[in-house]
């Protein structure tokens, strides 16, 4: 391809011949080469009205040019700024350009995720979808109490073995990551289901062997994390709750109602049986993010 030698105006010539290179070189699918095709359209209008050269750009122009852009996706503005990237890294290697004015910019993080969550009463619709008129809906209403009550990993809840529950104390001893034992608190709500749930309908599922699973499966053996995954989802079609559902997003309800409700952190970091305080950290967001929501909603000036 010849440039002019003198002045290099980045025209749409220049950008689709590059596009095309890129294509050759890493096999992007067209949406991304779409979207790149628009990025560099973008900034190339942007430098011709400032009548600028592209060799002559320099990173302040371009924390210009992307400061300018209305956008509040990270994960868009970051890809605004690889498609630069690559625009001049391959000028650079075609020799049209003596510098990378992308090299000292550094890509946008994007926060962590907040983690999904449902509301107290999404959460109460779910605990009474099971029917407590049959042995396996008082069994998971019994485990829904306790994964809500506790915060437990999934994991956690069904290899949960009956000499980890002191049910006088009301009390669940758990052995998490790294074989950290912690004890946490069942609530009486809990306690009244698992209560119910043992005396009435746990022996049925053994047919009278014995067995120390506090949870069992139909057939009499530990539950997998799957068949509980899916029994989730079933209960939360009874309930129509339209969001993603997990056992997962449970516990993170578990926490971040208990910071609504004036928990301190390092409590929530205890019970969730976190060994560093930055993981719960996380959940302080959420909390935030609700308060928020409810100033706006109830505050007169809001």
């Known amino acids: 391809m010849s440039y002019q030698n003198k002045t290099l105006d980045l025209s749409r010539s220049i950008i689709d011949h590059f596009l095309d290179a890129l294509w050759m070189e890493r096999g992007l699918s067209d949406n991304t080469l779409q979207a790149y095709r628009s990025d560099l359209y973008s900034f190339a209008n942007w430098l011709a009205a400032k009548h600028g050269q592209i060799r002559q750009t320099q990173d302040t122009d371009l924390l210009t040019y992307m400061a300018g ?16 990237r690559r625009l001049f890294q391959y000028l650079l290697r075609e020799g049209q350009m003596t510098h990378d004015p992308t090299a000292r910019i550094e890509s946008p993080k994007s926060g962590r995720p907040l983690p999904s969550s449902l509301t107290e009463t999404e ?5 009474e979808a099971p029917d407590l008129e049959t042995d396996i809906g008082s069994r998971d209403r019994a485990m829904l109490e306790v994964l809500y ?5 999934v994991t956690e809840l ?28 069942l609530g009486e709500q809990a306690i009244y289901y ?9 022996p049925a599922f053994f047919k009278g062997l014995p067995d120390a699973t506090v949870f069992p499966s139909n057939r009499g053996k530990r539950m997998t994390r799957q068949t509980f995954w899916y029994a989730i989802k079933r209960y939360a079609l009874k309930a129509a709750i339209e969001k993603p559902l997990s056992p997962h997003v449970l516990r993170h309800a578990f926490a971040t109602h208990l910071l609504n409700h004036g928990a301190d952190l390092r409590v ?11 993981t719960t950290q996380i959940y302080t967001h959420v909390a935030r993010e609700r308060l928020k929501k409810l100033h706006a909603e109830h505050h007169p000036r809001g």
């Open 69 to 84: 852009q209305s956008s509040k996706s990270v994960r868009t503005s970051a890809r605004r700024l690889s498609s630069l």
């Open 123 to 127: 959460v109460e619709q779910l605990l």
């Open 149 to 153: 009550a506790t915060g437990l990993r």
């Open 158 to 185: 069904v290899s949960l073995r009956l000499d980890q529950l002191n049910l006088r104390q009301g009390v669940v001893r758990v052995m998490g990551k790294g074989n950290k034992e912690r004890l946490v608190p």
């Open 194 to 202: 698992l209560e119910k749930y043992m005396k009435t309908c746990r």
């Open 268 to 278: 929530v970091q205890m019970l969730l049986g976190h060994s560093d305080i930055s």
